[in-house]
């Protein structure tokens, strides 16, 4: 069964610092994505990687995956409130269009 | 487009009740996933469609829950005898093979609760 465990679980941090949010499976995944999802909605689609070692940023985001395509990391420069939510990664296997979550990490940005 | 839509947004049922779940994917979307979430977890993965096939099911999936998708467009998720560990937001998902981006799009969600 593939399993993505994602650290740390909660998070609260003030406006202006860093943090990374790290996800983590004993499988291969062909490909992973990350999410952030606010209460009430369906989480929605921050980036996408499929090589291993890839570097994604978007804008204050930056995004790895790992070089043996296990797992994946998640850093926010200069947090901001609106960065509130729940980040989730997603892993897709080779063969398959099966998404596996991992088990979310809940980020409070105060201001 | 509108996007994916689910319906209802919220159920309340008496344990031993069943109930349905409707999703309209996006139009043009081949594949669509139902996902149970509980409260500050990550989703569930419970099975997908491409077109009209079932592809995978979930082996945490008892045989009291059940997915359509007769037309390979909107789909039905059925829970039969509804237990209180039924209780959680069902999500539905939709993506697209043509292009294959990979992005799954999401609905607002159904809300499961069982008394």
């Known amino acids: 069964t593939q399993l993505l465990e994602q650290s740390p679980q909660f998070l609260s941090i003030q406006e202006g610092e860093n943090l990374t949010v790290y996800c983590n499976s004993s499988?291969?995944?062909?490909?992973l994505q990350w999410y952030r999802q606010e209460p009430g909605e369906g989480p929605v689609l921050l980036v996408t990687?499929?090589?291993?070692?890839e570097v994604k940023k978007l804008k204050r985001l930056t995004f790895q995956f790992g070089d043996a395509r296990k797992d994946s990391s998640l850093h926010i420069t200069a947090a901001q409130p609106g960065d509130t939510g729940l980040y989730l990664c997603?892993?897709?296997?080779?063969?398959?269009?099966?998404?596996?979550f991992g088990t979310g990490t809940r980020l409070k940005v105060l201001a | 487009d509108t996007g994916v839509s689910q319906d209802p947004r919220h159920k309340i049922t008496k344990r031993g009740q069943n109930v349905t779940f409707r999703c309209d994917p996006i139009?043009?979307?081949?594949?669509l996933y139902w996902y149970r979430q509980t409260l500050g977890q990550g989703p569930e993965f419970l099975t997908y469609?491409?077109?009209?096939?079932?592809?995978?099911k979930s082996r945490l999936l008892s045989d009291r829950f059940s997915a359509e998708r007769p037309k390979g467009s909107f789909s039905t998720l059925e829970i039969q005898r509804t237990e209180q560990g039924d209780s959680a937001m069902y999500l539905c998902?939709?993506?697209?093979?043509?292009?294959?981006?990979?992005?799954?799009?999401f609905g607002e969600g159904s809300r499961l609760t069982v008394l």
């Open positions: 998902a939709s993506s697209s093979i043509e292009p294959n981006t990979g992005e799954l799009f």
């Open positions: 499988s291969v995944f062909s490909s």
């Open positions: 990687v499929v090589t291993g070692g």
């Open positions: 997603a892993g897709v296997g080779s063969g398959t269009y099966k998404y596996i």
């Open positions: 139009s043009e979307h081949n594949r």
């Open positions: 469609f491409q077109n009209e096939a079932q592809l995978e």
